[in-house]
C-alpha cells in the first residue's frame, strides 16, 4: 500500500541550521523538497533566500572537498583488503591525517609507478623467453657455423610463411635457412640463420615485408642463444622478485591504514553531503525554513527528537498537503506479509502516483487466480508446490528466489484448485488412470463453455478497474471525470448486455432498449472526452476480449499434456514411455509456468492497470547516512 | 466440400494473426532488447509492448472458433 505522507515545515534560529541538518539526517526519515519553498508566506518586510554559507563555513567545506579528493586517490591506490572499517572518529585527527596522506599518497604513487614498470618488464621478458625457448631446439637443425647471423620473428600465418621463405631465398641466393615453430601462446614464430654479409638485405627484406624481429634487451643481443635464455630466465626472476616485494610493501599498507581512510572517507562524504543539503533550505534575516516530506506517522517522533535537541528553538509544523500538492507528493511503497512477494512484480512498473493505488496488493490479490486459471492441474500444481517449498527452504532470507518461491506456492495452490474443478493431473492421465472426473467442466472439450468463462473474468476484472478509476478521480478531487468515468462504466456493462442478450436471448434481455442506453451515453461521453471517447469503449470491449487468453494458453496446455500421454503410451515400453511422457510434460510445465506469468502480468499491466492506475510518482527518498 | 473451407477459413483466421504478431513481436523483441542493454529499469515496459500485439491472435483465435463452432 501507498504510506501516507505527511508535508512538514521546519523552521529555526539560523545558527542552529547544521545541527538540525545533521539530526535529520541521522533520523534517515525526511526528504526536503525547496519547490514547496515557492508557496511560503512572509511577514512584510522579510525576504526568503538561498542559504549563504559564512567565510569559515566555505574555508571548512573547501578543506574536506580537497582532502576527500586526496583520500579517495589514496584508496584507489592501495590493494583492496577486506579488514573493514576503523571506528576512529576522524575529526579530531583530522590535521593529522591531512600531513600524512600526502606523504602516503606521494609513498604509494611512487611504488605503484615502479611496481608497473615491473610487470610490464617482466610480462615482456616472459613473452620474449617463450619465444625463445621455443626456437631453441631449432638450432639444433642447424649447421656449427660460427659466422651465422640468426633473427628471431613472428608469423602472422603459414602462408606468409612461404612467402616469407621464398623472398628469402631470392635476396640471399639462397644462403639462408628458415625454420618455425609455435610458441606457446598460439604465435607463430620462425627462426632465420644467414651469412654475417647478408643479415642487413635480410633485415631490410623483413622491414618491407612487415615481418617483425623478437625484440630482445640491448644488453643481450651480442650473446649466444643458449646463454641469452638463462639471462632472460635470470632478468625475468629479478622482475619477479621486485614485483612481489613491492606488492607485498603496497599490501602492509594496506593493511594498516586502509580501514582509517575508509573511515576519514565515509565521515567525509557525510560531512560534505550535510554541506550540500543546505542547499535545500532557505533563510530569512534570524531563521532557516525547509520544506519537505516525511511518513505521516514518523511526524510526532521527529517533533519530540527536535524539541528535546533544541530545547523548543527548532519548530516542526505539519502543513496540509494541497491539490496541486497532488503530484509532488514522494511515494513509499509498503507491502506486509501476503503481499510484499508480489513487490517484485509491481517494480516492473514506474511508481504509482501518490493519489492512485499500490498495484501490489491487486497482483497479489489477482495473479495467482488467473495463474491457475491458466494453468489449472494437479500433476503440475503438484510439482510446483514442491519446488516452491525448496526454494523456501534454502532461501529463508528475503531474496529475489525467496519471493519467487513463496509467489510459486500460492499460484500452484490455485493451479491445484483450478486442476481439481477441471479434473486434470497431467492432462487426462488422471481420468485415464485414476478416474478422476471434472467438478466443473472437461475444458479440453468444453471450448465454448471455458471461452464464456474467461470473458466473465475479463468484465469483471475490467469494471472493477473502472470502478478504482472513478475512484481515484474522486481522491483527486475531481468529482467531474470521475463521473465521466462512471459514465463509461455504464456504457461498457449496457455494451456487455446487450452482447449477452445477442449471443443468447432471453425473454429479460433486450438488446434494442440496451443498445439506446449507450447511443445516449455516447454524446455525453464525446462532450467530455472528445471524439476519442467512442475509441475509448470500443478498447475496453477489447480488453474484455483478450482475456480470452486464459482459456487459450490453458487449452494448448492440456492438449500438450494429452499429446505427452499419447506419445509415452504408443512406445509400448514401460521405460521409454516415462521418459518420452515425462521428456514433454517437463517442457510442458517449463511452458505452463513461463506463459501464466507472462499473460497474467500482462492482463494486469495493460488491460486491469489502464483503467485507473496513475504512474509516474516520485519515490520517497530520504536524507540518510551511507554508513552507519 | 463445405467442411473444407470451414476448416480452410478458421485456419486462416488464426494463421494470418499469427504471422503479424510474430512480426509484430519479432521488432518489438529486437528494439527491447537493445533497449535493456542500456535501461534495465524499463523490463516491465518490454514486457508489456512484447505481450501486446498477442491480442491478435487470440482475436483470430476467438474468430476461428466462432466458425468452427457456430458454422
Redesign the interface.
Not at chain 1, 517494480?347 to 514506474?350: G, N, V
Given at each position: 500500500m501507498i504510506i501516507r505522507m505527511a508535508k512538514v515545515e521546519i523552521v529555526g534560529p539560523k545558527q542552529d541550521l547544521l545541527s538540525t541538518l545533521d539530526l535529520l539526517h541521522n533520523r534517515g526519515i525526511f526528504q526536503p523538497d525547496p519547490q514547496l519553498m515557492e508557496r511560503v508566506e512572509l511577514a512584510e518586510g522579510e525576504q526568503l533566500q538561498t542559504l549563504v554559507l559564512d567565510e569559515n563555513e566555505l574555508r571548512e567545506r573547501s578543506f574536506f572537498q580537497d582532502m576527500q579528493e586526496r583520500v579517495t586517490n589514496l584508496l584507489e591506490l592501495l590493494p583492496e583488503v577486506n579488514n573493514g572499517i576503523s571506528p576512529l572518529q576522524p575529526l579530531p585527527v583530522m590535521g593529522l591525517l591531512d600531513e600524512l596522506v600526502d606523504q602516503h599518497l606521494a609513498t604509494t604513487r611512487d611504488q605503484v609507478r615502479i611496481l608497473n614498470e615491473c610487470r610490464r618488464n617482466a610480462e615482456d621478458l616472459q613473452r620474449d623467453l617463450s619465444f625463445w625457448e621455443a626456437l631453441e631446439p631449432l638450432l639444433e637443425d642447424l649447421p656449427k657455423n660460427s659466422n651465422l647471423e640468426l633473427f628471431g620473428v613472428t608469423i602472422r600465418d603459414s602462408r606468409q610463411l612461404h612467402n616469407l621463405d621464398c623472398l628469402l631465398q631470392e635476396r640471399t641466393q639462397g644462403r639462408c635457412y628458415i625454420s618455425s615453430t609455435t610458441a606457446a601462446d598460439g604465435t607463430l614464430i620462425g627462426l632465420i640463420a644467414t651469412d654475417s654479409g647478408m643479415a642487413d638485405g635480410l633485415r631490410e627484406a623483413l622491414t618491407s615485408e612487415r615481418v617483425p624481429e623478437l625484440s630482445l634487451p640491448e644488453e643481450l643481443a651480442d650473446l649466444p642463444l643458449p646463454q641469452r635464455i638463462t639471462a632472460l630466465h635470470d632478468q625475468l626472476k629479478a622482475q619477479q622478485d621486485k614485483c612481489n616485494q613491492l606488492e607485498v610493501r603496497l599490501m602492509d599498507m594496506s593493511h594498516r591504514w586502509r580501514p582509517i581512510y575508509r573511515r576519514a572517507l565515509a565521515w567525509l562524504d557525510e560531512r560534505l553531503a550535510l554541506y550540500r543539503a543546505t542547499a535545500t533550505a532557505y533563510t530569512t534575516r534570524l531563521c532557516f525554513i525547509i520544506q519537505g516530506w516525511m511518513a505521516n506517522d514518523q511526524v510526532d517522533k521527529l517533533h519530540d527528537d527536535l524539541n528535546r535537541s533544541f530545547s523548543g528553538r527548532v519548530v516542526l509544523e505539519q502543513q496540509a498537503i494541497l491539490e496541486e500538492d497532488l503530484d509532488q507528493v514522494p511515494v513509499m511503497l509498503r507491502n506486509p506479509g501476503y503481499f510484499a512477494p508480489f513487490e517484485i512484480m509491481s517494480?516492473?512498473?514506474?511508481l504509482p502516483k501518490y493519489s492512485s493505488y499500490d498495484p501490489t496488493p491487486l497482483i497479489g490479490l489477482f495473479f495467482p487466480v488467473l495463474f491457475g486459471m491458466i494453468l489449472g492441474d494437479i500433476g503440475y500444481g503438484m510439482i510446483l508446490i514442491v519446488l516452491a517449498f525448496f526454494l523456501a527452504r534454502h532461501f529463508p532470507e528475503r531474496t529475489l528466489a525467496s519471493d519467487i518461491g513463496k509467489i510459486l506456492g500460492i499460484a500452484a495452490l490455485y493451479t491445484l484448485v483450478f486442476g481439481v474443478l477441471y479434473g486434470e493431473f497431467l492432462g487426462d492421465l488422471g481420468e485415464t488412470w485414476l478416474g478422476l472426473h471434472p467438478v466443473w467442466f472437461n475444458r479440453g472439450k468444453a471450448?465454448?463453455p471455458m471461452?464464456v468463462f474467461s470473458l466473465t473474468v475479463g468484465i469483471v476484472h475490467i469494471l472493477l478497474g473502472m470502478t478504482l478509476g472513478a475512484l481515484t478521480e474522486l481522491r483527486r478531487h475531481q468529482p467531474r471525470k470521475a463521473l465521466v468515468k462512471l459514465a463509461m462504466l455504464v456504457a461498457v456493462i449496457l455494451m456487455v448486455l446487450s452482447l449477452v442478450g445477442w449471443f443468447y436471448p432471453q425473454s429479460w434481455l433486450s438488446t434494442g432498449p440496451l443498445l439506446i442506453g449507450v447511443g445516449i451515453l455516447m454524446p455525453i461521453l464525446i462532450a467530455a472526452e472528445g471524439l476519442l471517447a467512442p475509441l475509448e469503449l470500443l478498447k475496453t470491449m477489447?480488453n474484455i476480449?483478450?482475456y480470452?487468453?486464459i482459456m487459450?494458453i490453458g487449452f494448448s496446455s492440456i492438449l500438450l499434456a494429452m499429446v505427452a500421454n499419447r506419445l509415452g503410451g504408443m512406445t509400448g515400453d514401460i521405460m521409454v514411455g516415462i521418459l518420452v511422457g515425462g521428456t514433454l510434460h517437463a517442457f510442458n510445465l517449463l511452458l505452463g509456468v513461463f506463459a501464466p506469468t507472462?499473460?497474467s502480468?500482462?492482463l494486469h499491466?495493460?488491460e486491469f492497470f489502464s483503467k485507473f492506475l496513475d504512474l509516474g510518482g516520485r519515490r520517497f527518498e530520504p536524507w540518510q547516512k551511507r554508513h552507519p | 466440400m463445405e467442411k473444407v473451407l470451414i476448416a480452410f477459413a478458421a485456419a486462416l483466421a488464426v494463421g494470418l494473426p499469427a504471422l503479424a504478431t510474430a512480426w509484430a513481436q519479432s521488432r518489438i523483441g529486437a528494439a527491447g532488447a537493445g533497449t535493456l542493454a542500456e535501461k534495465p529499469e524499463l523490463?516491465?515496459?518490454i514486457?508489456?509492448l512484447v505481450?501486446?500485439p498477442?491480442?491478435m491472435v487470440?482475436?483470430g483465435?476467438?474468430v476461428a472458433?466462432m466458425i468452427l463452432?457456430m458454422l
Open positions: 517494480r516492473l512498473l514506474p471450448v465454448v471461452i477489447g476480449i483478450s480470452v487468453r487459450a507472462v499473460h502480468l500482462r499491466y495493460v | 523490463t516491465g515496459a514486457i508489456i505481450a501486446i498477442e491480442t487470440i482475436l483465435f476467438v472458433a463452432l
